[in-house]
């Protein structure tokens, strides 16, 4: 490129865009590590002078506090089984998706897809009708089936599963969606060669499909471990944490302990620690990944 | 080789089977939002559920607009997908930017703003809240729409697409004496005509379907979308399933149909934006 056209012109391209980022995402993150170390409630929103720097305790609170131990564990909770599910789920809908072309299976594309461009909150109004114990169609057909009825958001441990499953098939769509698009990109010739050598069905699916697959799967891995990480709007309209606290997570705790309670110093310290509980699972994930790239 | 190809066509059968059941489980929810949206109220508590409404109404819609405020809401979120689709511009010229020029500090800036994509929302959501308060800008549209009008990723799948465009094109237009603007507007955006589709369609439903911001900063029911007028409907009429079927449905179906017939295109996009 000739150095007649290194002047104004790119910045002009990029500053609007660059500018909103500057301003809403990376100004931001600065804001909220100092805000982390200061008692910033809706005092100190009305006058600045309102606001003490207070050091560590915001985060020594947060270590002796209750609520952020179990939205910790049910975080947790949500990924150790969401995120498997998610992926097998995914890839085994995917796999099945790709296996014709026919009309049929572009309709059920479609129809796989679906969930996850529905509205959240359409989701939890649908969801809530299909969970209640009394009207809700799911305790109906167990009843059909001379099965004992649900207790879908009312016990704890029950409605952390009833929202993952609601999540799950929320999940699914976007994530399918990648491993059609990566199934797609492997080159047919793989497959014939392996069908000249005499492969199986299953031989050629464990041997060439999934190791293909190996970036996408990456990939989508870690998008769903950051999001699982990050589990907010299915516990927030369901069930806002409850019953018990049962369902609540990490980042339900902070949009509560910052815009119910207002204590923003607080609900920042806690979204760092967030953060980092993020960043380090980020880490470990490629430390895992082999060091072969595919692009 | 003909017992192959008749294991391979039971094969076929049971994989489609397998589909069909699976995608009838998946649309459950959907079939019962559309059955139950068009059920009077008494019929919805009814037990045991019927599966297609026995008095068919358009009561619940009606009464989403006559007595709901969902004109309102609708007009808003009009708004908001409006204004996003100006976000999309300026992701495509930021993505532009990054791809076809060389200028000082380019890598830098780029890296920026990938890592921006890192943090979690909950993290930047205070922040953001305080800042725009500064400003004087909470409980207003401005507020609402400000800050989603850039994405990091949306700007990183232009630059990775505007990569793939031959320079000399665009050396060739300015040959022609074409200004940089006229070469971004006439040239590269037609050229570019796959990868917004698939933006376009992403951008319309996370603007369609936002909830938690302006939930935050509006304060007025004048200034509420569609979802956040849909969860006041949960709060307020609780036990009304059917009226808040019809909200559910009204927010979903444009959704659907409008997916429906670009799909092929968000398939092609991700295989084309190198997520393989």
Known sequence: MGNVYKNRHPYMFIAPAVLILAVFSIIPIIVAFIISFTDLDLKGLADWSNIHFIGMQNYSDLISDDLFHKSILNTLFYVVIGVPLVIVCSLGIALMLNYGQSMVFKVFRGVYYMPSITNIIAVAVIWGYLYNPEYGLFNYILSLLHLHEVPWLQDPTVAKLSLILLAVWKGIGINMIIFLAALQGIPKSYYEAAEMDG????????????????????????????????????????????????????????????????????????????FIIIIAATLIQFKFRKSDTEF | MASNTKNRSIEK?????????????????????????????????????????????LENYLNLFRDMNFGVYLRN????????????????????????????GREKIFYIVLATMMIPAQVTMIPVYLILNEMGLTNTMAGIILPGLAAAFSIFLFRQFMTTIPTDLIEAARLDGAGEFYIFFKLIIPIAKPIFAVQGILTFIGAWNSFLWPLIIANDESLYTLSVGLSLLQGQYANNFALQMAGAAFMVVPIIIIFSFFQKYIVEGFTMSGLK
């Open chain 1, 199 to 274: 492969a199986n069905r299953l031989q050629i699916l464990f041997n060439i499909t999934i190791p293909l697959l190996r970036y996408a799967t990456f990939f989508v891995t870690i998008t769903t471990l950051i999001g699982w990480l990050q589990f907010f709007e299915e516990p927030f309209v369901m069930t806002d944490g409850g019953p018990l606290d049962g369902t609540i997570s990490m980042a339900l705790f902070i949009y509560q302990k910052g815009f119910q309670y207002s204590k923003f110093g607080y609900a920042a310290a806690g979204s760092f620690i967030l």
């Open chain 2, 13 to 57: 059968t049971i994989v489609t089977l397998l589909l069909i059941l699976g995608g009838v489980a998946v649309s459950i929810p959907f079939i019962w939002m559309i059955s139950s949206s068009f059920k009077p109220e008494s019929e919805v508590l009814q037990v045991p559920p019927t599966l297609m409404p026995e008095h068919p109404t």
């Open chain 2, 77 to 104: 979120t009009l708004v908001i997908v409006f204004f996003s689709f100006v976000g999309l511009l300026l992701n495509a010229m930021a993505g532009y930017g990054f791809a076809k020029f060389d200028f000082k």
